[in-house]
């Protein structure tokens, strides 16, 4: 068990750029979430994955935030056409179904929009 | 909806004292309780949990008990150390694990 992990952990982009993170969960978990982090405040929920189906997305994801789970395994969160209020800590964490809920979380990927 | 409201920091303590963060759910059903902790630079934790009511969590020190009548999950440690200085997250889940919903966080410093 290698824990979750997450790269870059730094992204310095200017607006307008398209950016790609990756997570890689915990090899025998089939959830994996996304959260978004700012300053000062709790993560908030993105989107959830149960292997490769994504069967949730929260109101928070506008239509230029985009994720996938090809294979079941790594996830990929893009964000297209980024803007100034993109910047936060992006965080995955993955859990097994079945578990007590447990989720265990990567060390985040900081974005940076110029 | 479903919410966690936590007493807003940050918190100042003198190692070896008594730490108290008070903890407050909103949520239908029965949620599973959480705290987590972030140590600067890091990402978030699990401290402990609870999955029912009455049900205390334990780690490191710390305690939190489930208490379903006040709709709290308060965290407690006897005597803090200056190692346990952090950002302390509560959360909640429901049953179904889809997602979590966060408090904002309380940022306690352990001062020698």
């Known amino acids: 068990d290698t824990g979750v992990s997450q790269n870059p952990r730094h992204k310095i982009t200017k607006r307008g750029q398209n950016v790609t993170f990756r997570c890689d969960p915990i090899s025998e978990h089939n959830r994996l979430y996304w959260y978004r982090q700012t300053l000062g405040q709790g993560p908030e929920f993105l989107t959830y994955f149960q292997n490769e189906a994504q069967l949730e997305k929260s109101r928070l994801l506008s239509d230029r935030f985009s994720a996938e789970r090809p294979k079941g395994s790594f996830s990929t969160l893009e964000i297209q056409r980024t803007e100034q209020g993109d910047s936060a800590m992006y965080l995955c964490?993955?859990?097994?179904?079945?578990?007590?809920?447990?989720?265990?979380f990567g060390p985040g990927t900081r974005l940076t929009v110029l | 909806g479903d919410s966690v409201t936590q007493m807003e920091g940050p918190v100042t303590l003198s190692e070896e004292a008594f730490l108290t963060i008070n903890c407050t759910y909103t949520?239908?059903?029965?949620?599973?309780l959480f705290w987590y902790v972030q140590y600067p630079g890091e990402g978030l934790q699990l401290l402990l949990k609870?999955?029912?009511?009455?049900d205390k969590g334990s780690n490191k020190g710390f305690e939190a008990t489930y208490r379903k009548e006040t709709t709290s999950f308060h965290l407690e440690k006897g005597s803090v150390q200056v190692s346990d200085s952090a950002v302390y997250f509560c959360?909640?889940?429901?049953?179904?694990?889809?997602?979590?919903?966060f408090g904002t966080g309380t940022s306690l410093t352990v001062i020698p």
């Open positions: 949520a239908t059903g029965y949620p599973s």
């Open positions: 959360a909640l889940s429901k049953l179904a694990g889809n997602q979590f919903y």
């Open positions: 609870a999955t029912k009511a009455d």
């Open positions: 964490a993955s859990s097994a179904s079945g578990s007590t809920d447990t989720q265990y």
